[in-house]
C-alpha cells in the first residue's frame, strides 16, 4: 500500500511518520535469552577446595606447558598456534563467521545507489528525442520488529562459537603435542633402559659360556642366557620404528613436514608439574568447548525471534532525489530537479501452518542446544574428576612403583654375584634380572601416566589452574 512521501520537503508532515516507524523498530519479537541452567555441583568429589565456574569465552589462557619446564616442549607449543593448520582453518572459520555479523549488521541500513541515464529516441525523418538523467535511490526496510537485530544477534553468538572453537582446536593441538612428546620421552628412556640391559646381559651370557667351557655350567643355560639377550635386542630395535611415528606427528601439528623437524634423543628431564589444593571458582571459565556450546545455545534463541517475526508485517521504504532534462547542459540546474517517495506493506494471511512450524522448529533447536551444553558441561567434570583421581592414585602407585624397582635392581645385583660364586643356579638370574627389567619399564610407566594425566587435567580444566591474573 502506498503512504505520505517521506523526504522532507516545505510544507510536508512526513516526519512524524517517520518518528513512529523508527520507534517501532526498537522492538524485538521473541524470547530474550538467558543462560541456561547446568548441573554443576558445588565442589569437585576427588579433592576439596575445588570449586566450579559458570562458562566465560573471555578467560585468560596461560601457557600451561611451560610446568613441564622442558624448553624444547616449550618451542614445540609455540609453534602451534602459527603453525597447525587445523587452527589455521578454525581461524579462517572465525574471521567468516565476523564477516556474517558485519553483513547482517548492514541490513539495518538504508542502500543507497547512484543511477544515471541517457537515451535518444524518434522516428525517421523527425527530430530525435533525447533523456538525460542522474539522481539517488535509497531503499530501506526498517527493523520494526526485530527481525534483522535477532538475526544479528544469532549471527554475533555463532561468531563467538567460532572464536571458542578456534580456542579450542589451539588447545587440542597443544595437548596432543605435549602427550606425544611425553610418549616421545618415555621412548627415549625405555632404550636407555634396554641398552643398559644388554649390557648386562651380554656379561651374564659371556659369564655363562666360560662356565660352559670349565663344565661348571650347562648347555641349556648358555641358551637361555643367549634367547634373553636377544629377545631384550628385538624389543630394543622395535623403538626404533615407535619413536618416528612419535616425532612425525609432533612434525605434523607444528605444521612443518616430517623431514624438517628432528627431535634427537634426550634425557627424561620433564618436571611434573604441582597441583595446588585449591582452585579459583573461575577454573572453568577456561573450557572453551563449554563456553561455545552455551554460545550456540544463545544464537539459538535468537533464532526464534527471527521465525516469530514472520508473524508481522515488512514494511519497505524507497525515496530517490535527482534531476532530469531532455538536454545534458542544464541537467543539474534546480528547475530540473525531482523527487520521489514512497512506501509498502506486505502481511501474510494465511500459509498452512508453515510459520507456526518453523517457529516451533526453531524453539525445538534451542532445547537441542541446551541439552547439548548441559551435557558439555556434564562431561567436563567427569573430565576432571577422572584426571583428579588419576592424580591421587598415580602419586601412590609410583610410591609402590619405586620401591619395587629398587629392590628388583638389588636382588638382580644379588643373584648375579651369587650365580658367579655357583650358589644359585641360573634360572634364579634369569628370573631375578626378568622382574628387574619389568620393574623398571612399569616404574617408568607409572611416571609418565603422571604426566601424561597432568596433561590430561589440564586440557578437561580448558588450559590450565591459574585464574586470569594470577
Known amino acids: 500500500m502506498g503512504v505520505s512521501p517521506l523526504i522532507k520537503i516545505p510544507g510536508s508532515r512526513a516526519a512524524p511518520p517517520l518518528l513512529a516507524l523508527l520507534a517501532l523498530s526498537a522492538c524485538m519479537v ?42 624444547i616442549l ?17 581461524a579462517a572459520a572465525y574471521e567468516q563467521a565476523r564477516a556474517l ?16 541515464g541517457a537515451s535518444a529516441s ?24 526485530g527481525r534483522i537485530r535477532r538475526s544479528i544477534e544469532s549471527a554475533k553468538a555463532t561468531a563467538e562459537v567460532d572464536a571458542d572453537d578456534l580456542a579450542n582446536a589451539k588447545l587440542a593441538a597443544q595437548t596432543e603435542v605435549a602427550l606425544d612428546y611425553v610418549q616421545l620421552r618415555q621412548l627415549d628412556e625405555e632404550k636407555r633402559i634396554l641398552d643398559a640391559t644388554v649390557v648386562a646381559y651380554n656379561r651374564t651370557l659371556s659369564i655363562t659360556q666360560n662356565k660352559y667351557t670349565v663344565g661348571v655350567a650347562a648347555q641349556a643355560d648358555v641358551l637361555t642366557a643367549l634367547a634373553q639377550l636377544r629377545t631384550t635386542q628385538a624389543s630394543d630395535a622395535d623403538l626404533g620404528q615407535q619413536r618416528p611415528r612419535l616425532e612425525h606427528a609432533i612434525a605434523i601439528l607444528v605444521g612443518v613436514p616430517p623431514a624438517q623437524l628432528d627431535l634427537p634423543s634426550a634425557s627424561w628431564t620433564l618436571a611434573m608439574p604441582t597441583i595446588p589444593p585449591g582452585m579459583p571458582t573461575t577454573l572453568l571459565q577456561r573450557r572453551p568447548d563449554i563456553a561455545a556450546s552455551e554460545r550456540a ?38 528547475s530540473n530537479a525531482i523527487w520521489s517517495a514512497a512506501g509498502s506493506a506486505s502481511e501474510t494471511l494465511f500459509d498452512g501452518g508453515a510459520r507456526h512450524a518453523a517457529v516451533a522448529a526453531a524453539r525445538a533447536f534451542y532445547n537441542e542446544q541446551v541439552a547439548n551444553y548441559r551435557q558439555t558441561v556434564l562431561t567436563a567434570f567427569g573430565q576432571v574428576e577422572d584426571n583428579l583421581a588419576a592424580q591421587r592414585v598415580l602419586v601412590g602407585e609410583q610410591a609402590y612403583s619405586l620401591a619395587a624397582r629398587d629392590a628388583a635392581n638389588k636382588a638382580e645385583k644379588i643373584t648375579v654375584n651369587e650365580y658367579n660364586a655357583g650358589t644359585v643356579d641360573y634360572t634364579a638370574v634369569v628370573v631375578a634380572q626378568a ?13 609418565a601416566s603422571r604426566l ?13 589452574w591459574r585464574a586470569a591474573g594470577s
Open 101 to 116: 555479523v558485519a553483513q547482517q549488521r548492514a541490513a539495518l541500513f538504508p542502500t543507497v545507489a547512484l543511477n544515471s
Open 30 to 71: 521473541g524470547p530474550n535469552y538467558h543462560r541456561p541452567a547446568a548441573p554443576t555441583p558445588s565442589a569437585y568429589k576427588e579433592t576439596a577446595g575445588w570449586t566450579p565456574a559458570k562458562p566465560s569465552d573471555a578467560a585468560d589462557r596461560l601457557d600451561w606447558w611451560t610446568a613441564f619446564n622442558d624448553p
Open 74 to 90: 616449550n618451542d614445540l607449543e609455540n609453534r602451534v598456534a602459527t603453525s597447525n593448520q587445523t587452527v589455521a582453518a578454525s
Open 122 to 145: 524518434g522516428t525517421i525523418g523527425q527530430p530525435t528525442l533525447q533523456s538525460y538523467s542522474l539522481g539517488l535511490g535509497a531503499t530501506w526496510a526498517p527493523d520494526l520488529f
Open 435 to 447: 622382574t628387574a627389567l619389568a620393574d623398571r619399564n612399569a616404574e617408568l610407566q607409572v611416571e
Open 297 to 334: 545455545a544463545a544464537s539459538a534463541s535468537a533464532l526464534i525471534g527471527v521465525q516469530v517475526a514472520a508473524y508481522y508485517p515488512d514494511v519497505t521504504l524507497t525515496g530517490g532525489i535527482g534531476f532530469a532534462s531532455s538536454e545534458l547542459g542544464p541537467l543539474l540546474s534546480a
Open 452 to 464: 601424561t594425566a597432568a596433561v590430561d587435567l589440564i586440557a578437561a580444566l580448558g588450559g590450565g
